[in-house]
C-alpha cells in the first residue's frame, strides 16, 4: 500500500489556478471569494479548499447554527461555512499553527458570522469546548498539513527545499509529550536523539517505509558525522540508504520518511484519537460531523471511529435477546468515503488522496 500523504512537490498551485470549481452553483454554498483568508502567506495565488462542496453538503450549516472547524489552515472551508451561517451563526475556528492563527485573526474580522478562535492543537481544544459544556451543530477537520506550511521553507516541512529540519505546526506549543519538555521536539530533534529501533518503527508504522531499517542506521550512522539538522542533509542520508533502483520509484525517496517524521513531532494520530470523540461529544441530535483524511493511517481512524458510532446491540450473537441495550448513536453521511472529482482531482492535485467521511447524531447515548 503506497502511502498517500500529501505530496509536497504537489502542494504548489499553479499560479493560475482557478477558485474552486467555477461550474459551482454559486448559491448552493457560493465559490470562495477572494478574501486575505483564503489566499496564501503572501497574498498569492487562491487556497483551494479540498472537497469544499462536498465538506460542505455534509456539514450541512444552517443560518444561525455553530460549527467548529477543527483545522483553520487558511480559512478556505471556514470563508464557506460562515457565508452559510449569516450574522446569527458561530464558528469556532482551531488550529495550532501561529501563521493560520494569524489569518484566522484578519478572518474573524470581517466574516460574515460571530468568529471564535481557539489557538491549540485541537485534541485539546475539543476537549476544553466539551468540559466548557459547549454545544454545536456541526464539526469538521480537514487533516494534515496546508499548503502554506509546505511553502514556508523554513518550517522544514519540505523534502524538495533545504531548510532548517523542524516540522512543527505548533511552534512555541507546550509539548503533548512531558517528560520536561516545554515545546513540541523537532524533527531535527529526534533524528540526533532516537535509537535504531525506535526510528525504525516509527518509519515503518508511520512512513509505511520499505526501507525503515536500513534508513534509520544510516541516520544513526551519518549523525556521527555531521549533525542531519536541515532537510537536505535529511533527504541525502535517506536517499543514500536506500537501494539505487528504489530511489526511482515510489515518489520521492524521502517522502515515507518525512510523513513518518511529521507525525511524530505533530503526535498527529494521537491527536485524531482524542479529537474524534470530543468533537462528537459536541453535538447533539442532528449534529454532524465531516472528516478529510490524506492517507490510509488517518482514514483508517476515521473509518473505525465512524463504524464505532453505527454500532447498535454488542451482545454475544449466541443471546437470545439483547441485554447491553446500546443503540447506535449515528447514521453514515457519504458512506465508504468521499473522493474528489476526477475535475478536482486534476485541477488541486493535492486532493488527489483526500477521503471524506462523515456521520449525522441521531442519539445521546444515556
Ligand atoms: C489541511 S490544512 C486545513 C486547510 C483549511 N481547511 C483551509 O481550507 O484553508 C490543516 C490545518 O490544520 C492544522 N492542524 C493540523 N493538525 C492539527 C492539530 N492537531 N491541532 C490543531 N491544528 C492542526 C494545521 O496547522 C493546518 O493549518
Redesign the pocket.
Known amino acids: 500500500m503506497p502511502p498517500s500523504g500529501?505530496d509536497p512537490e504537489h502542494l504548489r498551485l499553479p499560479a493560475d489556478a482557478p477558485g474552486p470549481r467555477a461550474d459551482a452553483p454559486a448559491t448552493a454554498v457560493g465559490a470562495p471569494e477572494p478574501h486575505a483568508?483564503?489566499s496564501g502567506p503572501h497574498g498569492d495565488a487562491p487556497?483551494?479548499?479540498?472537497l469544499?462542496e462536498e465538506?460542505v453538503a455534509m456539514v450541512d450549516p444552517q443560518p444561525g447554527d455553530t460549527v467548529v472547524?477543527?483545522?483553520?489552515?487558511?480559512?478556505?472551508?471556514?470563508?464557506l461555512v460562515a457565508r452559510r451561517l449569516g450574522p446569527d451563526g458561530t464558528l469556532v475556528v482551531?488550529?495550532?499553527?501561529p501563521?493560520?492563527l494569524e489569518?484566522a485573526e484578519r478572518f474573524a474580522a470581517t466574516a460574515p458570522c460571530r468568529v471564535r478562535i481557539v489557538a491549540?492543537?485541537?485534541?485539546?481544544?475539543f476537549e476544553s469546548l466539551a468540559a466548557e459544556g459547549f454545544r454545536a451543530d456541526g464539526a469538521?477537520?480537514?487533516?494534515?498539513?496546508?499548503?502554506?506550511?509546505i511553502d514556508q521553507a523554513e518550517r522544514g516541512f519540505a523534502y524538495t527545499r533545504d531548510a532548517p529540519l523542524d516540522m512543527r505546526?505548533?511552534l512555541g506549543e507546550p509539548s503533548a509529550a512531558g517528560e520536561g519538555a516545554t515545546e513540541l521536539v523537532s524533527a531535527a530533534e529526534i533524528v540526533a536523539t532516537w535509537d535504531v529501533p525506535d526510528l525504525t518503527r516509527a518509519l515503518r508504522d508511520l512512513g509505511e517505509e520499505r526501507y525503515a531499517l536500513k534508513i534509520a542506521k544510516a541516520i544513526v550512522r551519518e549523525r556521527e558525522k555531521a549533525p542531519i539538522d536541515t532537510t537536505g542533509r535529511l533527504v541525502d542520508v535517506v536517499t543514500n540508504a536506500i537501494p539505487t533502483p528504489a530511489r526511482h520509484v515510489g515518489g520521492h525517496p524521502a517522502k515515507r520518511t518525512f510523513q513518518a517524521l511529521r507525525i511524530v513531532v505533530?503526535?498527529?494520530l494521537a491527536?485524531?484519537d482524542r479529537?474524534l470523540p470530543a468533537a462528537w461529544d459536541l453535538l447533539g441530535v442532528g449534529g454532524r460531523l465531516a472528516v478529510?483524511s490524506?492517507h490510509s493511517l488517518e482514514d483508517r481512524r476515521v473509518k473505525r471511529f465512524v463504524q464505532g458510532l453505527l454500532q447498535g446491540c454488542v451482545c454475544p450473537p449466541d443471546l437470545p435477546i439483547c441485554v447491553c441495550g446500546n443503540e447506535p448513536e449515528a447514521e453514515v453521511l457519504g458512506k465508504g468515503g468521499v473522493v474528489p472529482t476526477p475535475e478536482e482531482q486534476q485541477t488541486n492535485p493535492r486532493s488527489r488522496s483526500a477521503r471524506l467521511r462523515g456521520a449525522r447524531r441521531i442519539a445521546v447515548a444515556a
Open positions: 500529501p483568508a483564503t487556497h483551494l479548499p479540498v469544499w465538506t472547524d477543527g483545522t483553520f489552515g487558511a480559512g478556505g472551508h471556514a470563508g482551531v488550529d495550532r499553527d501563521v493560520a489569518i491549540a492543537p485541537f485534541a485539546q481544544a469538521y477537520f480537514d487533516l494534515g498539513m496546508s499548503s502554506m506550511q505546526m505548533g505533530n503526535d498527529e491527536q485524531i479529537a478529510i490524506f
